[in-house]
C-alpha cells in the first residue's frame, strides 16, 4: 500500500511540475520575442515635430528606450528653436518683405522600419526648410533590443575592421551597377562604411541608410540590403 502511495505522489508532482514548467518556458519564450506598441507624440505640443513612443513591454525597457528618443525630440526642438530665431532675424530684411521664400519651416517625422524578433529599428528625420528649392533633411536611425532596450550602434554589429571591408565591397558591388547610384559610384572608396553609418535591421540582416545630403546621392536616402551572410 505504501508503494502504491509513494507511486501515486511521485506522478502527481510530476504533473504539477509539467504544469507548472512549461507556462514558464512559454512565458520566457514570449519575453524573447515582445512587440510593442509604437505612438505618435509632438513635443511640447509643437504639430510639426513628432517622435515616437513604446508601450505594451516591459516597462523598464519601454522607459529606457522612450528616454532616448524623446532626447531625439528635445535635440530636434532646440534646432527649431535656432531656425525660428534666424527666421525672425531675416524676416527684416527688405528682401524678405516680398517673398514667402524667407518663410523656414522646422518638421521631424519617424517610421517603424522593422518591429519584431526582439529588433526594433525606428527612421527619424529632421527637415530644414530655410529658402530656396528644397530643404535639408537629415536622417538618423533609432535601432533597439526589445528585452533590454539596449541602443545598437552599427559598431555593435559590424565588430571588425575585416567584417567592414567585406560590408563595404559588398555594398559597392551593389551601388556601381544599380542606377542611380552607378553614375557616381565609380570606386570603391566611393562607398563610405564605417562606426558612423547609419543602419536598419531586417530579417535577414542590415541596411545601410545614407544621407539624402551630404553624400553624392541624391535619390532620397539610400537603404542598401546587407545579407548576415556577408558580416558573420
Known amino acids: 500500500m505504501k508503494h502504491r502511495k509513494l507511486i501515486k505522489i511521485?506522478?502527481?508532482?510530476?504533473?504539477?511540475?509539467?504544469?507548472?514548467?512549461?507556462?514558464s518556458l512559454y512565458n520566457q519564450a514570449s519575453a524573447k520575442s515582445p512587440v510593442p506598441k509604437i505612438t505618435k507624440h509632438s513635443y511640447k505640443g509643437i504639430s510639426s515635430l513628432k517622435y515616437p513612443q513604446v508601450s505594451g513591454i516591459n516597462k523598464k525597457t519601454a522607459s529606457k528606450i522612450n528616454s532616448t528618443l524623446k532626447k531625439a525630440?528635445?535635440?530636434?526642438?532646440?534646432?527649431?528653436?535656432?531656425?525660428?530665431?534666424?527666421?525672425?532675424?531675416?524676416?527684416?530684411?527688405?528682401?524678405?518683405?516680398?517673398?514667402?521664400?524667407?518663410?523656414y519651416s522646422y518638421n521631424t517625422l519617424f517610421q517603424v522600419k522593422y518591429n519584431a524578433?526582439?529588433?526594433?529599428?525606428?527612421?527619424?528625420?529632421?527637415y530644414a526648410y530655410t529658402g530656396g528649392k528644397s530643404g535639408k533633411t537629415h536622417v538618423t536611425m533609432y535601432n533597439f533590443d526589445l528585452v533590454t532596450g539596449k541602443?545598437?550602434?552599427i559598431k555593435d554589429i559590424l565588430k571588425t575592421s575585416c567584417t567592414y571591408k567585406k560590408v563595404q565591397k559588398y555594398a559597392f558591388a551593389y551601388l556601381s551597377t544599380h542606377k542611380p547610384y552607378s553614375d557616381?559610384?565609380?570606386?570603391?572608396s566611393d562607398v563610405t562604411v564605417n562606426k558612423n553609418n547609419q543602419f536598419s535591421f531586417y530579417k535577414g540582416g542590415i541596411y545601410l541608410v545614407y544621407q539624402e545630403y551630404g553624400t553624392q546621392y541624391d535619390d532620397g536616402t539610400p537603404f542598401i540590403k546587407i545579407p548576415k551572410s556577408v558580416y558573420q
Open 184 to 188: 557616381t559610384v565609380l570606386k570603391i
Open 117 to 126: 524578433n526582439g529588433k526594433l529599428s525606428l527612421y527619424y528625420s529632421d
Open 73 to 103: 525630440a528635445e535635440k530636434s526642438h532646440k534646432s527649431y528653436l535656432q531656425l525660428k530665431k534666424a527666421e525672425k532675424a531675416v524676416s527684416k530684411k527688405e528682401l524678405c518683405k516680398k517673398t514667402p521664400k524667407c518663410s
Open 10 to 23: 511521485s506522478i502527481t508532482l510530476v504533473i504539477l511540475f509539467t504544469l507548472c514548467l512549461f507556462p
Open 151 to 153: 541602443h545598437y550602434k
